[in-house]
Nanobody, 115 residues
Framework: QVQLVESGGALVQPGGSLRLSCAAS????????MGWYRQAPGKQRELVAA???????TYVGFVKGRFTIARDNAKNTVYLQMNNLKLEDKAVYYC?????????WGQGTQVTVSS
């Protein structure tokens, strides 16, 4: 059974940084590419970044140059380093397979950017 647990969210000021972590149990890491997604209030959940088993990465335009996705296969953990955070980055951040598997969504971690 797959379980994904996100952590690292916090309240930060614009321009600040956060590092999110997602610990995965089960066989997801050996099978799937992984992604970070986010959902802002009143909006649909959207992809932020993805990383393949081999480490190839993809970023959505609005985070390019600011966010970095990485994975540690030995620890079954995927990370999202977020720098130069903006007000519009406020959202609940989730990890999942990429493309996402409906049953794998976890609780997410809240990122709030506010001055």
């Amino acid at each position: 059974q797959v379980q994904l647990v996100e952590s690292g969210g916090a309240l930060v000021q614009p321009g600040g940084s956060l590092r999110l972590s997602c610990a995965a149990s089960g066989s997801i890491f050996s099978i799937y590419a992984m992604g970070w997604y986010r959902q802002a209030p009143g909006k649909q959940r959207e992809l932020v970044a993805a990383i393949t088993n081999g480490g190839s990465t993809t970023y959505v335009g609005f985070v390019k140059g600011r966010f970095t996705i990485a994975r540690d296969n030995a620890k079954n953990t995927v990370y999202l380093q977020m720098n130069n955070l903006k007000l519009e980055d406020k959202a609940v951040y989730y990890c999942n397979a990429h493309p996402p598997v409906e049953n794998y969504w976890g609780q997410g971690t809240q990122v709030t950017v506010s001055s």
